[in-house]
């Protein structure tokens, strides 16, 4: 266990899928659903499936032998999810890059770390030990970040032209965005439910097939994000269907359709790595691995809202709405710190045997 190694896994994970966006900022004249399902099928189907080939020696022989109503299972929540994600992709169309990752991860943040412990019914043994209430304590900085940005962008809404607003963000949409935020917020935190379920398959990986540690998630993450492509497909072609926009895919001068199907792989091949870089995280937290999730995404949003200064989401607006700006961020990091490096330093000190109630602390 090595839960500081486990925080910088996190940190990379958490660079790529706050930067996975940015290449589809580049592609202006496909319909969204267009670079959005092309993405996805490299994210979620392509290089998952790429990755665990490479990294699981008989990987095929080892989804045949798992369990079928888990894997049945973590494909669902994998479905649940890409709900999500769909709606996710709305929200940074509509919001940018910057508020729309904050409202819908920190979202994600709360119900990802807590609704898995609820599910398994171990929540008691969750908040019954010390140091675990210590990272407990990042949620309500979390949603305290996830308010102040929210507010900042309200002001942005009020205080720009609709011509500013779409300067940084084209289609800026306040309302819609907000609404597929808050859908998107609920969906996706049934990634990490998936995760969880996986379990089973991670460790028929590391004891039967003798897959090293670090590795082993990548069995679980396989149907989950297949899961979350049928999701995204289905809906993407419903989309290609209304706005017929069939004819994104193949016609137009041929150096604008490589320009935006190399941006499109780009992204779902950036967007691809956040799991696998959480994984291998994952495995490195020991006993406070439910802090990996609100980890993993302060450091998303985090990234995600540099972006969102370099495409310059936030110009025009006043001095006190940058001040909401900065501040939600700071507590979204803080989050980060208290749910991670400080809930194990924590720990250290409680369970030392200078302390007379570590024992106390150990039994749970």
């Known amino acids: ?199 089973p398959i991670a460790e028929l990986a590391r004891q039967q097939f003798d897959v090293p540690d670090i590795w082993k998630n990548t069995a679980a993450v396989v149907p989950l994000m297949i899961g979350n492509f049928v999701a995204n497909l289905a809906a993407c072609l419903i989309l290609n269907a209304v706005h017929r926009s069939w004819g994104d895919y193949r016609r137009g001068p041929a150096k604008q359709l490589a320009l935006y199907y190399f941006l499109a792989v780009l992204a779902g091949a950036v967007g691809a790595q956040e799991f696998f870089w959480f994984g291998m995280g994952k495995t490195k937290m020991g006993r406070y691995d439910f802090a990996s999730w609100p980890i993993h995404l302060a450091f998303v949003i985090f990234f995600s809202n540099l972006w969102g200064l370099y495409y310059r989401e936030w110009k025009g607006v006043g001095r006190r709405t940058w001040s909401y700006v900065w501040c939600g961020l700071a507590a979204l990091i803080l989050s980060t710190v208290v749910s991670g490096p400080v809930a194990y330093l924590f720990s250290r000190q409680a369970d030392s045997p200078s302390t007379p109630s570590s024992a106390a602390i150990t039994e749970h």
Request: aromatic share 12%; hydrophobic share 55%; with cysteine.
């Open 1 to 199: 266990m090595n839960p500081l190694s486990g925080v910088f896994l996190h940190a990379v994970g958490g660079l790529a899928a706050g930067s996975f966006y940015a290449p589809l900022r580049k592609i202006e004249r496909w319909n969204w659903e267009t670079g959005w399902l092309v993405a996805n099928f490299v994210a979620y189907l392509a290089a998952p499936l790429a990755i665990a080939f490479c990294t699981i020696p008989h990987f095929a022989d080892l989804l045949a032998a798992a369990d079928s109503q888990t894997l049945a299972q973590v494909f669902f929540f994998g479905f649940l999810w890409g709900i999500g994600g769909l709606t996710f992709g709305l929200a940074l169309r509509w919001l940018g890059m910057s508020l729309g990752m904050a409202v819908v991860l920190g979202l994600c943040t709360v119900l990802g770390t807590l609704v898995p412990p609820i599910f398994k019914g171990t929540l008691g043994e969750l908040v019954g030990n010390a140091s675990n209430l210590v990272s407990l304590l990042g949620m309500p900085l979390c949603l305290l970040g996830i308010a102040l940005c929210g507010y900042a962008g309200m002001r942005k809404e009020a205080e720009l032209t609709a011509e500013q607003k779409q300067e940084g963000v084209k289609e800026f949409h306040l309302g819609k965005g907000f609404l597929a935020a808050l859908v998107s917020g609920v969906m996706s935190s049934f990634c990490n439910f998936g995760i969880e379920a996986g379990a």
